[in-house]
């Protein structure tokens, strides 16, 4: 049902500064950059093989991201977890009885629909499954 991490999910201060280190010392390629308004983030992807690092940072205090940074400060967010399909991933948990945060998928970042479960159903992990666009579909 999962084919690979697609991302590991960084909440940050400031994207900025995160790519000082990431792309510029670290060396990854950063692939692509959005404003995600209505869920109060900006964001950027940077490859890492074939997986990606997602730097989050805050679009303000009163958001998810926002009020994750202010209780417990930059570090990992969520680990992303590639689909194929993400209706019949979504289907399966559902009957499965798995806690979800989203029933229905919604627009994440390059065009992709993502969900995310709930941490309490993955031992306190914070876990989103991600269907990418077409165009960026590996496997
Ligand atoms: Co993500």
New binding site residues.
Partial sequence: MLSAI??V?VAVESIDAALAVYRDTLGMELVHRETVAEQGVD?ALLDVGDSHI?L?EALGPDTAVGRFLSRRGAGLH?I?YRVQSIDETLATLATAGVRLIDERPRV??RGSR?AFLHPAATGGVLT?I?QPAEEHQTR
């Fill in positions: 697609d991302h999910g964001a997602e989050l969520h992303a994440g970042i993502v989103e991600v």
